[in-house]
């Protein structure tokens, strides 16, 4: 089998690690790849081809027999990698352009959730030319709400504003000054809502629905939860508060009803549909889908799918919708994923700075890279978000030792990490 991915995380990485242990892979080329999908023994990097050119990868890949394609990031999705593919009969692991709009579209997601009474937030939907009639509803609500640029907006299109002033200054940045740019033409304002959050991730062919392992991502800069939103700072996994019973409302409530309901309105999804909850004191609401793989929720649960699972079958199984004739198992215990950033991030930071990894003896211990890239004979920083490094344990406590031991044999100028990931899930477990 040779596969292309798509895309240059850390997300990327873990999915060419995972995939490249299987027996049935030949070569995965990865586009444009990073410094870690560089030295892997069954990839190469396409970075002379822009992963948004689909005319030069469907010429490449009907050269080189591609019989997969696994698009990472969720513009491609949604600007319709999938159909692209599909007329030159190549299959891709992931949504065509309809069902990417569950994340392409706050707006489309949000009202198709109320079609399906899936349990979400409740919201209403205003057209920039709208804002009088968005602010007398934010004046009405007797909650606080929640702001939200319907398009894709790099997970920066969410504002929490705390008092009613602050929710009317947010709605003239999105509508007239265009803050997030076309990606706020249409903006849902929604009831905010309080509890832990937690990431589901399913794999997916439009009929059977498997969960991987629940995650809980830190989405903020500085410890405790402070400071600017980034990309993700870290992820564990299985999160303890997905409980078996938590779980099961999921699958009923939000899940089911949402791959069965894409299926009956005629766009079936194919891929890993990530739905983020909110676990309120009335059962977890959906805040939000994504229609591919989290990360560094990926960096995190791929450690945790057993030995003997071949990543490059499920992904086979699912494009031909025959999901229900393999066996997802998983690990018991948890995998933890530290990321380290460049210095600055997520405002302005310097790229180009060495990296050094000192060599790990564990196992359990993955090195993932994210932002990095070779230049000439060195391994030097090109992001924000550098390196995830990721570490399995049959304990939280051993996976975090563990991560924050491959942590320290990583060093580059200006390394910053959180220090607490999962520590909200420790502190919860022994108290
Ligand atoms: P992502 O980067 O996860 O893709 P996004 O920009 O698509 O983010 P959301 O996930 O919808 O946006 O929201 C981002 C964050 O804002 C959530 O993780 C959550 O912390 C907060 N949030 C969103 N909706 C609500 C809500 N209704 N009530 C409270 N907090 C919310």
């Known amino acids: 089998l040779r596969i292309l991915l798509l895309g240059s995380g850390g997300r990327e990485h873990a999915l060419a690690w995972k995939l490249s242990q299987s027996p049935y892979v030949e070569k995965i080329f990865v586009c444009p790849g990073n410094g870690g999908t560089a030295n892997l023994s069954k990839t190469m990097n396409l970075d002379h081809i822009s992963a948004g050119d689909f005319a030069a990868l469907i010429e490449f890949s009907v050269r080189h027999q591609i019989a997969l394609v696994v698009p990472g990031p969720e513009q491609l999705l949604v600007d319709g990698v ?14 065509n352009c309809l069902a990417a709009r569950m994340e392409g579209s706050k ?18 939907v205003f057209a920039s030319h709208q804002i009088e009639q968005a602010i007398a509803y934010v004046k009405s609500c007797n909650h606080k709400v929640v702001l939200k640029a319907s398009g894709l907006a790099g997970g920066k299109g969410v504002l929490l504003p705390n008092s009613v002033g602050e929710a009317i200054s947010g709605l003239q940045e999105i509508m007239v000054d265009s803050a997030f740019g076309s990606a706020g033409d249409l903006v849902v304002v929604e009831e905010r809502l309080e509890g832990p959050e937690l990431s589901v991730l399913a794999i997916t062919d439009g009929y059977t629905i498997v969960p991987l392992p629940a995650a809980q991502d830190h989405k903020r800069i500085g410890e405790g939860d402070t400071g600017l939103n980034t990309g993700g700072m870290g992820a564990y996994s299985p999160a303890p508060v997905a409980t078996p019973v938590v779980m099961e409302e999921i699958m009923s409530k939000a899940l089911k009803p949402t791959i069965d309901g894409m299926r009956k309105e005629g766009f079936p999804f194919v891929g890993v549909l990530f739905t983020g909850f909110m676990l309120t004191a009335s059962g977890p609401k959906v805040l939000e889908y994504n229609v591919r793989f989290g990360d560094p929720e990926t960096e995190a649960i791929l450690l945790l799918l057993s030995e003997d699972v071949d990543l490059s079958s499920v ?13 997802l198992t998983f690990k018991p215990g948890f995998a933890v994923s530290v990321i380290l950033a460049s210095q600055g991030y997520p405002g302005g930071y310097e790229k180009g700075k060495t990296i050094e990894i000192a060599p790990i003896q564990s196992p359990d211990v993955v090195v993932f890279h994210a932002g990095t890239t070779i230049a000439g004979d060195k391994l030097v920083t090109s992001g924000g978000r550098v390196i995830a490094v990721s570490a399995y344990s049959p304990t939280l406590q051993g996976a975090l030792d563990a ?19 999962a520590h909200s899930a420790l502190s919860a477990a022994s108290g």
Do not use: Q, W
């Open 82 to 95: 999938e159909t692209h593919f599909r007329k030159v009969g190549i299959p891709v692991f992931g949504p």
């Open 107 to 124: 707006a489309f997601s949000k009202d198709f959730m109320e079609r399906h009474s899936i349990p979400t937030a409740n919201f209403e």
């Open 315 to 327: 992904f086979m199984a699912c494009v031909e919708h025959r999901l229900d004739s393999v066996t």
């Open 403 to 421: 991560a924050y031991a491959g942590v320290e044999a990583v060093s580059f100028e200006g390394k910053t990490y959180r220090r607490d990931i």
